[in-house]
């Protein structure tokens, strides 16, 4: 089971910080993702991390404004967000998958989501 937090209203060019934490499962095993949905469009990919936290792939688009970290000790997965952009308003999801991977399909857990909004 994936919780995600953390979500709220922010002014261009402020920051969120998302976490997600992870019950039920080895936490460690699993490449972890965080995804997003915009109002009227499909989920897309943002960032995942391997299992070690040693390798993070990013979209074009949030690359170098957005940080994907885990904890191990806390079963908990981040997503740091800085220079928040309108465009970025969507609802974020943690996901977990067995393969280093862009592709929703292959994530197999998701967490509930959370509202991220960014007003101009």
């Known amino acids: 089971q994936l919780q995600a937090s953390g979500g709220g209203l922010v002014q261009a060019g402020g920051s969120l910080r998302l976490s997600c934490a992870a019950s039920?499962?080895?936490?460690?095993?699993?490449?972890m993702g965080w995804f997003r949905q915009a109002p009227g469009k499909e989920r897309e990919f943002v960032a995942y991390?391997?299992?070690?936290?040693?390798?993070?792939v990013y979209t074009d688009s949030v690359e170098g404004r957005f940080t994907i970290a885990r904890d191990s000790g806390k079963n908990t997965v981040y997503l740091q967000m800085n220079s928040l952009k309108p465009e970025d308003t969507a609802v974020y999801y943690c996901?977990?998958?067995?393969?280093?991977?862009?592709?929703?399909?292959?994530?197999?857990?998701w967490g509930q989501g959370t509202l991220v909004t960014v007003s101009s």
């Open positions: 991390i391997n299992r070690s936290g040693g390798m993070k």
């Open positions: 039920g499962r080895t936490f460690s095993r699993y490449v």
């Open positions: 996901a977990a998958s067995n393969s280093l991977t862009r592709a929703l399909h292959e994530y197999d857990t």
